[in-house]
């Protein structure tokens, strides 16, 4: 193992939220081709982490934030096998927690890596590359590594995918940032006009804790206008909708909506809005608004509506 990519990452890991698009938090292997890059200041991140499944299939957790990926090509004469060693090496001396070393065949690369990571990158604007980059990445893995490190305030995930074709792999980096809240504002009018126009109202400026039913303390603002919106308007009864992307597992994101519609139900409640004006209910991901091929689209798709009802 080089020892300048060692150091690279510890150096790397003190850059700040603000910067990490700037520079590689963990660098390519030393003499690699670069052939894209991409960041976003809140993007998501799919892990690949235990236990495994059926097939030896991994589970997929999703986590948020800041990220930087970068997408290279190894030197010649350098294996797979010696890039996979060497971040491992790098990764375990900068003090991360090695979720997860996928390799076959105890873990199922085959049927984990395409499925998990073929929409994802396809939806990465890592300028021109070369022709059949994408599919030869994600579609012959032979190594892969899901790490994470905790510093003080904020947490570090890193994602090392490494194909037997064409000489590629790639590197993701993400910390942990909150998403920047009020690029949306819901207002009483707003929130009237809706209604009136469409008979339902995406309650914008909700915020939950990640893959919880918990609302951050940044939902108060939206929770008032609907609270003001409901005393203003005694008479009406409303369903109370959740609504989730269409990643992770059918069963738990109905759970998770329907969750969330109650956590609204119940928030408002505790404002004095009478219980029996709103029922909660969770549509998971049967109802998009947006593609879910894309974070823009999933995004959009995990929110919560108030929708009118006729009958009390």
């Keep these: 193992m080089m020892p300048t990519l060692t150091r690279l990452i510890l150096a790397c890991l003190l850059v700040p939220v603000s910067a990490l698009a700037q520079e590689a938090p ?122 994470r490190k905790t510093l003080a305030g904020r947490t570090v995930h890193a994602v090392i995918l490494i194909s037997r074709e064409r000489g590629l792999y790639s590197v993701d980096v993400l910390e942990s940032a909150e998403r920047e809240t009020g690029t ?43 609270q003001g919106y409901l005393e203003a308007n005694p008479d009406g009864s409303y369903y109370v909708v959740g609504h989730t992307d269409d990643t992770g597992d059918l069963a738990g994101n109905l759970a998770l909506s329907e969750a969330r519609a109650r956590s609204v139900v119940t928030a408002l409640a505790d404002r004095g809005i009478a219980g029996d004006r709103l029922s909660a209910w969770g549509a998971g991901p049967y109802v998009p608004v947006a593609s879910n091929r894309n974070e823009g689209g999933r995004s959009a798709n995990r929110r919560v509506e108030l929708v009118l009802r006729l009958r009390p």
Excluded at 94 to 117: K, V
Excluded at 136 to 144: F, Q, R, V
Excluded at 211 to 218: I, K, R, Y
């Design 26 to 147: 963990i660098s390519a292997f030393e003499g690699s081709e670069t052939l894209g890059t991409f960041d976003a200041r809140f993007a998501e991140l799919p892990l690949l982490v235990p236990p495994l499944g059926d097939r030896n299939v991994p589970s997929v957790e999703v986590v948020e934030g800041a990220l930087t990926s970068g997408v290279y090509r190894r030197p010649d004469g350098v294996t797979a096998f010696e890039v996979y060693a060497s971040y491992r090496e790098a990764l375990e001396a900068g003090d991360f927690e090695i979720l997860l070393d996928c390799r076959a065949p105890d873990c199922n690369l085959r049927l984990s890596i395409t499925p998990t990571y073929r929409d994802v990158f396809g939806t990465r604007d890592y300028g021109r590359l070369p022709t059949g980059t994408l599919i030869y990445l994600d579609g012959w893995g032979e190594h892969y590594l899901s790490a």
């Design 184 to 226: 949306v504002t819901l207002s009483e009018a707003l929130l009237g006009q809706r209604l009136e126009d469409e008979g339902k109202s995406v309650l914008d400026g909700l915020f939950f804790e990640t893959g919880s039913d918990v609302l951050t303390p940044e939902s108060d603002a939206a929770l008032a206008v609907i």
